[in-house]
């Protein structure tokens, strides 16, 4: 049995890196399943996705993909008429419709205060890259986990480039049109707006739906068992 389970491919968002998936995956892993996290780059949504594609081409056989936050418009994109994936679950992510991009998404619901809590600066590629500021980040990104935790999660976020989260989504078929998909979110979340979780879930006609009362928006971190579960649904 253990050869025909899929492997989990684990795509991060904005502010965050890998290792937030690292209580996942050891749940994962002592479940049976092999899981992979992806370093996205978070330079283009258009990139960005066909790096994630890339990944996920290079896996036999088949494929569960999870995405964090930005890393939804990222698996919406990737996985479009890809045959290997198949289900998609968005942990606190966005479920994009074609041409909708993150900051557009995020501003359909009052709730989000992200954009106060962001430092821009230039970079030499072009363009802005956008951090959260440290006096902001603990309860802006991951307000349930302990204070040092948020610290070093501060110390290791990965900015995003403007340029990413205002990108459109460029696929006519968004993954979850054709792909099982399921979604975790936090009613807490200062990031993406509970109404928006909730309007795109029910969207994409989500097979299943976890809400977590209380939790932050780095939901992978702070309520790990939870978004394995969903994943494991998925999975199954």
Known sequence: MSET????VLVHGAFAESASWNGVIERLHGAGYDSVAVANPLRSLAGDAAYVRDVIKSIPGPVVLAGHSYGGMVITEAAAGLESVTSLVYVCAFAPETGESAFELSAKFPGSTLGEALNAYPVSTGGNELAIRQDAFHHQFCADVPVK???LMYHTQRPA?????TGNVATDKPAWRSIPSWFVF???????PVALHRFMAQRAGAKGVREIAGASHALSV???EAVTQTIL???Q
């Open 5 to 8: 389970k899929p492997t989990v």
């Open 233 to 235: 649904e998925a999975a």
């Open 186 to 192: 936090a009613d807490q979340d200062l990031n993406i």
């Open 149 to 151: 935790e948020a610290a």
């Open 161 to 165: 480039t403007q340029a990413a989260l």
């Open 222 to 224: 702070s309520q790990p």
